[in-house]
Each structure stands twice: as C-alpha cells, then as structure tokens.
C-alpha cells in the first residue's frame, strides 16, 4: 500500500534579547557557569517573575512574519514537570492562550510552491543545562548549570501539513531565514538556539484521518532532522507493512547509529498540571503598537527573493540561494551598491565565495573579503587589468591577506598581458614545440587549440589575455 | 511603665524626646524576650546583634540631632516566611531548617529603610499553612491569653509576640485568615490590605494569587505606622498594584458619622458561639451609637467559599512547592538517583499537612479532573468576588466576626484537619476576593480574645482604619495586657 507521510514541527528557537525573559539577567552564550544568574532564575523561595517586554516585542515581530493573528489578550501559565535543569519545577510557558496563531509559511520544493499552516507561537523561558562528568552513562553525578534558565524561547507549532523529510528540511530553512530576517534569533542549531521535535505519523495515500504518530527528539542539526524523519519512514512503513500497529510514543534520534529508538511511551507521558501563572498579569497588546511593529518589519525573503529576479533579472535558483540567509543577502545588496553587475556579483556570490565560507566554515558576515573589496576585484576584471583565471588568485589572497585587489595585482605583477608584441613571441614558441596540436588544429580538431592557449598561459604564469592568445594562435596556424 | 509595654507611637514620643535611647528599647524588648520566650514559644530564630546595631544607628542620627523615621529604632518581628539576606528563613519548615536567603524581600528593604529594629523571625504553621501554629517544624508557639490554646494561625509567632509583648509590632502573611485569625485569637490588631497593596517580593510563595504580607499590632494607630513603611508599588511584583500610597495615619479620625456598614448574612454560621456572636453584634451597635449605619446584606456564594479557597490555594501551593527538591538549596535527602533522592527529600522535609495540600492541589489540576474542581472553583471565585462588588455598591464597609469561636485547646483540631479548616470560613472570602479586612479585639468570652473584621473595598484601607480606630478608641480592649498564664 501506498502511505502519505504526515509531519508537524514543533520549533524552539531562543531570542537574542540582552536579558532574560523574567529578570536582569545576561543571555549571553558560552559565560562560566553558573554566572549568568539571579535569586529570580535560580527560582530561590520567595523570588517572582518579571516580564521583559523586549521579549513581547519579539515575539509580536515573529508572529506577524509568519503571517499571524496576534492575540490581543494572552496570558502565562505554569508547566508542572521534576527536571532538575528547571529549578522551580515548573516552566513559565503559555497554554491555551498564546501571543499568536493561525499563520504560515511558504515553502518551495522541486519546484513547487507549498504553504505550510502555523498552529501556534508562544513565548516560554528555557530551561537549565545538566552537565556530566566524563559520559552520561558513566557518570556518578550531574552537575547544573542554569546559564540558560531563563533566556527567552518562542515555540513555533506547524500544522501536520509537511509530507515528506526534504520538506521538513526546507520548512526549516525558511523558518530559520525569517527568523533571521527579523533578527530575532541567531538559530545556531549547535548552540541549541534552535531546536526541533518532529511529529510523523504515516497515513493510506489519499486518507484523510491521521495515523498514530511518534515524536522525534534529539534532532540536533538539520541533517539529523532530514535523516531522523526519513528513517522513520521507512521503521513505520516497515511496521505497517507487516500488519503492526504503529506505537504512539517518543523517540529519539541516535546520530551515532543513524536510528530512531523508544524513549518513553504515551502512558509514561507527562501530566503537565498546566494552570494560569498567578504571579505574572494577562498581557494585552495595543493594536498600534502592532501595526507600529508590523510597518518596521524589514524586506523578508520572499520579498526578497522576487526583488532580485524582477529588478536583477538573476534566476530563481540564485535569488533562492542568495536570499536563502539575510546575511548572504545584504553581503549580496552591497555590493550592488558598491557599484556591482547583479549577475557578475551573484556568480562571485555564488562561486568564490560561498566555496570560501564553507571552506573556512566562516559565516557571510565574518568574510575577510567585503562586499565593496569584491567590487574592486570584479572591476579589475572588467577592465581587463587581470584574467578571469588571475581574479581567483588575487580573491584567495585577498581571502587570507586581507589585502585589497589593486595591491595584490600590483605587488605580485599580476597585470594582464593584452600587447600582441608581447604574445607573439611566446606563442611563436609554443607552435614551434607542439607541431602534433598544431597539425590537429589543421586537420580540423578545433579542439586542439585549447591545449596551445593552455600552454601560453602557462608560460605567461596566466597572465597574458586569453582572448588575445585565441586570436593570435589561430592568425599563425 | 516598661518600655516593652508601649505601642510604637508612644515608643516613637520617648525616643524622640530622648527620653529613652532605641538600644535601651531594644534591650528592653530583648529582656522581655528572655523572661517569656520560654513559654509563648513565638520565635523560630532571633536577630540581637544586628538589632542592637541597627539600634545604636538610630541613637547616633538622635544624637547628632537628624530627623528619625516614624517606625526608627522601634522593635518588630518578621513571620519567617519573610526573606532577610543572610539570616535563616524556615517557613516552619525543616525542608529550608538552614535555607539563608542571598536577597532581602521588598518589605524588609522597606523596612530597613525606616530603620526599624528587627528582633527576629516568628513561628508559623509549615509554609503558613493552618490555622493554629501547630504545623510548624520546630515548635508549637502558645496564646499569651492563655498558653493552653494555640494563638491561631498561620502568623501565630507574630501575633503571640506582639501580644506577649515581646515585639512591638509584626509582619504577618495572609492567604485565608492567617493574619486576622492570630490577630483575633490573641487580641490585637491584624491587617490583610488588598491583594498587590503590599509586595510579595520575598514573601516565600504558598498560594501566590492569595497571599498578602500585613501588619500585626497592639493598636490601630501602629497598624497604620506599619502599612506606610510597607505598602506600594513594586517593580519586583507584577501583581503589585501602582497607585499612590497615602499616608494611614490620616485616616486615624475617630470620626464614623454616616459610615454605611454591612452585615453578611452568611458569615453568621451556625456553629457559631453564641458568646461570639452576642460581641461581634455588640460591636456594631456601639458603631451605630458613633453615627454609623448598618444594614443586613446577602452574600450568597460564601457558602462555596472554603472548598473554592482549598482548590485554589493548593493547586497554586502544589506548584510553588515542587522546586522543594533538594537540588539547589534546602533539605536533601538520600537516594540513589535523582527521583530517589526528590522523593526522599520532600517525604522528610514536608510535614504532613504540607503534603496533604500539595496531594489535595495536584489532584485539583490533574488531567481529567482540572475542569471539575480548579476551573469550577475559578468561576465560582469570580462569584463571591462579585457578592462583595454587589455589597460594596450599598455598603462602604462590611462587619463580620473574625472566626466562630475564641482560641480552642493546643492538640484539639490536629487530627481533624476539616475542624480545623472550618476555622477559615469567615476569612477565606476575603482573600479570594482581594479585598482588604482589619481584624480587631471587640471583647473576651472567659478572659479570651474575640475579633471583630471589617472589611474594605479594594484599596479601601483608610476607610476601615478609620472605622477601627473609632471604635478602638472608644473601648479599652487594646489596652489590656495578655497574662501569660494559663486560665
């Protein structure tokens, strides 16, 4: 039997506001533990909350790029759950009244447009971290360290409208761009600023009921979440198949053995006790002041994307990689605006750069290469002052020396050689020791001649004019 | 007259007149304390070196001819439910026996800013849960009327020590009663002001939606100097209420002309003693004789009152007690994981009517059992708040007995907790509704103290002041001085 495959993500992402969501407390990532924190966060007797509207801000912000109705009144309430990284043993979240719902998000896979419906986003504080001594499985004790209790976490709940794992990857890209767009959260899924829980459940194809789904954990990295979904696949088509039943339980993602296993099942399931937070007031948001947050919200990538092919006539794979991050993006719109051709500048975008980024796996904003030193490069090209080919030689010196193109062209004597005078006598050489490509040329093998341009270039260190070697070769065949 | 004997308004004359010095009242009450502690029981730990320091402060702004503050240099208690940087807040409770608090709560901030003396931390039923101090951890503190029975509670060490006169004015918290029950049972005066007047900033949590902290006194006059040093907003609170604060003692005008009083109905329950009843409706025909007017009143969801006050309440106390774990501070048992180790931990460091109100909340709020008992209870919240906004429309104040009876026997409710709850009938509504009520003494039935309560609009703490004082001013209860013996 054919099965339709069912997804619903469940994505925390943490906010980069300055302080935490119910104190003064510092967010910032990596600090000595245990420093960033209060009697508030520490959750001491007696202690009580305060909101931190930033986070209100943010959250409204979110809502409206993903296409939400804000809720103009909205509450806090109490998650009861015994973990030791949650000092008070409860988590403030919001149940049954959150900041936002009802929206969606585009995405685009093979080619095709899908709109993905958002539940839910709701504002709730993270929890703490434990840390183990040597393995977790060896470990005598666990050691807390509540940094992280209180940095401010937005839960965005998709819709199961997801059908398959390269859209559930996509979903997240997207979600993870606007998140971006916004500057709202640096999801850096490896510093757990953010986080995914994949529901998945299969169904016959054409069915409209769902099936009974398992909710994926530990998906640390999109990869794990592709790979974490797409194994789950095939265990509950496998389970199907056999005539079982699929088991309504969590499971988490083994990375190391690329498999799913069972961590606890829906009657191990936690009765969460949720009632209104008595210590926090209702939060009702001024109908202005979201339409002031929704005037101030930046170009998101859609916007973006449909810019660059309509007034940079770049193709859509482009434009869909070069605003696939705001980052790329603004590098991409400034160098526009250092006086770069679109296309030119989307190759290089596409091509040295990126291929450097990945290389030195630096992020687009940290690139020694800035836009307006690219330009220079790029004019040098189109002047003719250097090749093509010497262009990518002055970009990785420019990469790792941070010196500017001019100097580097200058200082290594990179210069094109475009004087016929200066030419002919190499080329007359290179005929004169290659008269088997010369007499191929002559016969007809066009392609013979790409040999002797390669030998001009290489006896000119690649610095003689490609197009001038051309013309000459074939003058003196 | 010994020092100890003297309200804070007189203290405040004496110290200004430099007839006394604030370190010869603080030893004075210290004195006190020595010869009575023994038998009242009303401290858990007391503060003598900081309080004679924080005295010989006072003294050197008297010498030096600075202006002193209306409660400078005069001794208090402080419910050790009641957090002060670096000194032992217990909550009764031997899950936090060595807990010291790294923050001072808002009202012992504010405190220390009028440069009151603080004597010590008073006994309380475990994380002011009861109504007879006997659920405390560490002690059973005992009513100066009568050392038999128990001062009520849960701010039983308070209102003990300032009826022993071994403080001349407490702190108290309320969250069904736990003020004006002591205040009743031991015959002085006892405020719970209107949920958010106060900060709960450093109040350790038992039912944050209820709980208020409140001023414990000999008379109407400290009970109004007691609430300018602690009330107002709070940025700390966010249930804190931000209007501006008056000053109390404007409203000390022993003036009642036209005061519109109610009388509930319900709150005259059957049950009651009549002794009781017969003082409480004396008290109103004597502020009808001072030009009030009175008139019956319904309420008539206060009979749903007790069970929607014991949803509430431990539905919210099952949650401010689960970070009780062991884990980062307070009493840590052994186990051998961390389930283990939380169990053992909560099963030895709670007493028994702690866990039997966590049990009673995390059932309310179970799945399954939610919409029947903690939103039923909600929505019937909403009713008897709405009785009071109706009676408010006719009445400007609403008068009604504090408990149905005067102080019983130490040892006699313990094992009937429902007896026991009953105490609470006729102050949970109070609380639920977030307004503000006075307990003051308005007779004795055999030597024993009985409370009047009145209460006020929401922010309507002048007008009951005002109608206390009036009628206190014209008795003498407040004068009279527990014996400390056994009747």
């Not at chain 1, 094109?416 to 050489?429: C, K």
């Not at chain 2, 502690?37 to 007391?46: N, P, W």
């Not at chain 2, 603080?118 to 007879?132: H, Q």
Request: charged share 25%; hydrophobic share 40%; aromatic share 8%.
């Amino acid at each position: 039997m054919a099965y339709e495959v069912v997804i619903g993500l469940e994505v925390h992402t943490e906010l980069k506001t300055e302080s935490k969501i119910f104190c003064g407390c510092s967010t910032k990532f990596g600090a000595d533990q245990n420093t960033n924190v209060c009697p508030v966060c520490l959750g001491l007797p007696g202690v009580l909350p305060v909101f931190n509207t930033k986070v209100l801000e943010f959250a409204v912000r979110t809502g409206l790029a993903l296409n939400c109705e804000i809720l103009p009144f909205s509450k806090f309430d109490r998650k009861n759950y015994y973990y030791p990284d949650l000092p008070k043993n409860f988590q403030t979240s919001q149940y049954d009244l959150p900041i936002a719902v009802n929206g969606y998000l585009d995405i685009e896979v093979n080619g095709e447009t899908r709109r993905i419906n958002i539940t839910r986003v709701h504002m709730e504080e993270d929890a703490g971290k434990l840390v183990h001594a040597g393995s977790i499985t060896k470990s005598e004790y666990a050691l807390v360290d509540y940094n992280r209790t209180g940095v401010p976490l937005l839960e965005i709940v998709s819709e199961p409208d997801i059908r398959s794992a390269d859209e559930a990857k996509a979903y997240l890209e997207k979600l993870k761009a606007i998140l971006q767009y916004i500057d709202v959260s640096d999801c850096k899924m490896e510093e757990g600023s953010l986080r995914c829980d994949a529901n998945i459940s299969l169904r016959p194809a054409g069915a409209t009921y769902l099936g009974t789904k398992s909710e994926l954990k530990n998906l640390n990295s999109f990869k794990a979440v592709q790979r974490g979904l797409e194994y789950e696949v095939l265990r509950q088509t496998e389970v199907l198949e056999e005539g079982g039943k699929v088991v309504q339980e969590t499971r988490t993602w083994d990375e190391g053995r690329g498999i799913t296993a069972s961590m606890r099942s829906k009657e191990q399931a936690h009765d969460y006790r949720y009632f209104p937070e008595p210590d926090l007031v209702p939060i009702v948001v001024d109908p202005v002041w979201i339409e002031d947050i929704r005037k101030k919200l930046p170009e998101l990538p859609d916007a973006r994307r449909a810019r660059l092919i309509n007034d940079h006539n770049l193709s859509s794979y482009d434009a869909g990689m070069i605003t696939s991050s705001r980052a790329m993006a603004d590098y991409f719109d400034n160098t526009l605006k250092a006086g770069a051709d679109a296309k030119t500048a989307a190759n290089w975008l596409m091509g040295e750069v990126s291929k450097h980024l990945n290389l030195s796996n630096c992020e687009v904003e940290d690139c020694p290469v800035t836009p307006e030193k690219l330009v220079e490069l790029t004019k040098l090209l189109d002047k003719g002052t250097i090749s093509g080919k010497i262009a990518k030689t002055v970009f990785e010196e420019m990469w790792s020396s941070g010196k500017d193109a001019a100097t580097i062209v200058k200082e290594q004597g990179l210069v094109q050689i475009s004087d016929e005078g200066a030419i002919i006598a190499v080329i007359e050489a290179v005929i004169a020791a290659n008269p088997q490509s010369v007499a191929d040329f002559q016969a007809g093998k066009d392609r013979a001649i790409g040999f002797l341009v390669g030998q001009v270039m290489k006896q000119t260190k690649g610095r003689a004019n490609p197009e001038v070697v051309n013309k000459l070769l074939r003058e003196r065949m | 007259m010994e020092l100890y004997k003297l309200s804070a308004h007189e203290l405040r004359k004496k110290l200004q007149a430099k007839e006394v010095s604030a370190v010869e009242v603080a030893e004075a009450v210290y004195n006190r304390v020595d010869a009575v502690e023994d038998t009242v029981q009303a401290y858990i730990s007391l503060t003598r070196e900081a309080a004679l320091a924080e005295a010989r402060r006072v003294d050197e702004k008297i010498k030096t001819g600075q202006a002193i503050l209306p409660l400078a240099g005069i001794p208090g208690a402080l419910k050790d439910n009641i957090c002060v940087k670096g000194t032992r807040t217990t909550c009764g409770s031997k899950i936090l026996a060595n807990y010291v608090p790294p923050y001072d709560a808002t009202v012992t901030r504010k405190l220390a800013e009028q440069d009151t003396v603080i004597i010590g931390k008073a006994n309380l039923d475990e994380f002011a849960m009861g109504s007879s101090t006997e659920n405390s951890a560490f002690k059973v503190s005992r009513n100066p009327w009568d050392t038999d029975t128990v001062p009520g509670g849960s701010s039983g060490g308070s209102a003990a020590a300032v009826a022993a006169a071994e403080a001349v004015w407490a702190l108290g918290s309320d969250t069904g009663g736990s003020i004006r029950l002591p205040a009743a049972f031991c015959g002085v005066v006892g405020l719970k002001p209107t949920y958010g007047r106060v900060s709960r900033y450093g109040l350790v949590a038992y039912a944050s939606s209820l709980d208020q902290i409140g001023p414990i006194t000999r008379d109407v006059t400290d009970c109004a100097l007691v609430m300018n040093a602690i009330a107002g907003y709070d940025p700390l609170d966010s249930t804190s209420i931000n209007a501006p604060t008056p000053d109390y003692t404007k409203a000390l005008v022993p003036d009642i002309r036209g005061l519109k009083i109610g009388l509930p109905k319900e709150y005259f329950v059957a049950g009651m003693d009549p002794e009781v009843e017969r003082a409480v409706y004396a008290a109103i025909e004597q502020l009808k004789a001072l030009g009030a007017e009175y008139k019956e009143v319904s309420m008539p969801h206060t009979e749903y009152a007790l069970a929607t006050y014991y949803m509430v309440a431990t539905a919210e106390a099952s949650s401010n007690l689960a970070r009780y774990v062991g884990v980062g501070f307070g009493y840590r048992g052994e186990g051998s994981d961390i389930i283990a180790m939380s169990k053992k931990s909560r099963t030895e460091g709670f007493g028994e009517e702690v866990r039997r109100r966590i049990m009673l909340g995390n059932y309310a709020l179970s799945s399954g059992y939610y919409d029947a008992y903690y939103l039923k209870a909600l929505k019937v919240r909403t009713l008897i708040k709405r009785d009071f906004d109706k009676a408010f429309e006719d009445v400007d104040v609403l008068a009604a007995p504090i408990a149905p009876t005067t102080a019983f026997k130490i040892g006699e409710k313990v094992d009937d907790p429902l007896a026991m709850y009953l105490q609470d009938v006729c102050t949970v509504p109070v609380n639920l509704a977030g307004v503000p009520a006075i307990s003051l003494p308005c007779g004795f039935k055999d030597h024993m103290p009985i409370g009047l309560q009145i209460i006020g609009k929401p922010l309507g703490e002048e007008t009951i002041l005002r109608a206390a004082y009036a009628f206190e001013q014209n008795n003498d209860y407040y004068k009279r001085l527990a014996p400390l013996g056994r009747a």
